[in-house]
């Protein structure tokens, strides 16, 4: 059986290379990995960040990955981060706090073996879930897209050849090749948002509205993804990208998703996280006209400001 994936992936970014693949330990990644080398995908280093979240099953995780990359004579790259005490720290999610430290994470390897490419194993249900989300959550248009097939987080580069790919063509996969992997039990639990987003809300609109309903997100999500793409590169970036402020002129003559996207860009390139709709909003009423608004907050105790024709952050 061979995993659909975009003939695009395949062109960018040929098997000869050298790559990162990250590898939990679970079904999808252990495919991920397990396709890319019958793929002669060959010049691969396996990376696995132990969150610290379950304890012995963390490192039997770790373990069993080690193996898998000395079974197939590949380089293993890991390392272990305090999830959950650095997220009760910054009075953020668990779930946002391991985002970061794997993307931290992956910095660190890529910067290490200078190999900033890296394969991950989101799949079509994955995208789907995480589309809902953004949407329920609020987030505005730049935020709809959910994951795209190739993106980028200078200066690395995550593609994601799977997200064409149905969780019951992973669970066929595994079952022809006889692939071992581990359970986490976690992901069982109705705790966090993404499991009682997988067991419960998707099983529901598929009861009441057919069973199309992943499909027609899916079909959506990556049409949001698409035009998100094409907006992104109507951005001014050469604003942001040099100085640390912005021009509140150049931001008024632009349409208002122009703004919004402005401002998210900005506030990313100047370390503001958590970033919704709402606080770019917040900040896009600085440029009420007559300065009505001088003034807001912003995640991290910390503020944007107007003035002299200028946004700024303190």
């Known amino acids: 059986m061979n995993l659909p994936a975009s003939p695009r992936t395949a062109l960018r970014f040929p098997a000869s290379a050298r790559y990162l693949v990250g590898v939990s330990g679970g079904r999808d990644s252990v495919v991920l990995l397990h396709w890319l080398l019958s793929r002669g995908y060959k010049r691969l280093t396996v990376c696995h960040l132990d969150h610290g979240l379950r304890g012995r099953a963390s ?7 080690r193996r ?16 959950a005490g650095y997220a009760a720290k910054c009075h953020q999610s668990i779930e946002q706090t391991a985002r970061e430290m794997r993307l931290g994470f ?11 490419t890296v394969f991950l194993a989101h799949h079509a249900d994955d995208q789907v879930e995480t589309f809902l989300m953004r949407l329920l959550r609020g987030a505005g248009g730049c935020g709809l897209g959910a994951m795209r097939e190739v993106s980028e987080f200078a200066p690395l580069r995550f593609v994601r050849p799977f997200l064409g790919v149905w969780r019951s063509e992973i669970d066929a996969y595994v079952a022809e090749h006889r692939l071992k992997f581990r ?53 001014p970036v050469t604003f942001f ?22 401002i998210l860009r900005w506030l990313r390139s100047r370390g503001i996280r958590d970033l919704g709709y709402n606080v770019v909003e917040r900040v896009r009423s600085l440029l009420a006209p007559g300065g009505a608004v001088a003034k807001v907050n912003l995640p991290g105790d910390r503020h944007a400001r107007r003035r002299d024709g200028e946004l700024f952050i303190e």
């Open 241 to 262: 990208l040099r100085e640390a402020t912005l021009p509140v002129e150049m931001l008024i003559e632009l349409p208002i998703a122009l703004q919004r996207r402005t």
């Open 106 to 116: 992956f910095g660190e390897v890529a910067c290490r073996r200078r190999c900033y």
């Open 59 to 65: 490192r039997g995780d770790l373990e069993f990955v």
């Open 183 to 235: 359970e986490d039990a976690s992901n069982l639990e109705l705790v966090a948002t993404r499991n009682r987003t997988r067991h419960l809300l998707i099983p529901q609109l598929e009861k009441q509205l057919g069973r199309n309903v992943r499909q027609n997100i899916w079909r959506a999500a990556s049409v949001f993804s698409e035009e998100d793409a094409l907006m992104e590169s109507l951005v």
């Open 68 to 83: 898998l990359a000395t079974k197939w004579k590949l380089p293993f790259a890991t390392a272990k981060r305090d999830v």
